[in-house]
């Protein structure tokens, strides 16, 4: 009877190779160290990605609240134009400038309207009646 050898050795090479797997998954004090150093790039590069997030954002707020101030200004230098146009002493002056006049006593008429209130009967319980003036 024949043995194929030719199998069982490829069957013990691959026993082997798993045997020897632990020793390459060992880790040594280079190994660590190396793992170390790694773990802490990682972490300074977050704090630093996240330290730049904060600086743009800081410069972003600056110039929003350096805007704000600006169109705080402005909007303090409408309001007095606003307040002068509204003045009294430049509505007559643009008033005198367009050709009008002041009235004087003699141009003004009074008229006195006599208007009576309508004959609407009051209420039963507003005019005072008892329930007896009341009935028919």
Request: charged content about 25%; overall charge positive.
């Amino acid at each position: 009877m024949a043995i194929n050898s030719q199998r069982i050795s490829l069957i013990e090479g691959a026993r082997a190779r798993r045997m020897a797997l632990p020793r390459y998954l060992r880790i040594d004090g280079s190994r660590y160290l190396l793992g170390l150093v790694l773990i802490l790039s990682l972490m300074s590069l977050i704090v630093l990605v996240q330290t730049g997030v904060v600086a743009t954002k800081g410069y972003a707020l600056a110039g929003l609240e350096a805007e704000k101030v600006t169109l705080l200004r402005e909007r303090s230098l409408l309001q007095e134009r606003q307040a002068r146009a509204q003045s009294l002493d430049r509505i007559r002056r643009r008033a005198e400038q367009l050709g009008m006049q002041p009235v004087t006593a003699d141009q003004v008429r009074y008229v006195d309207l006599m208007i009576k209130p309508a004959n609407v009967p009051l209420a039963p319980e507003l005019s005072g009646a008892t329930m007896e003036e009341r009935q028919p």
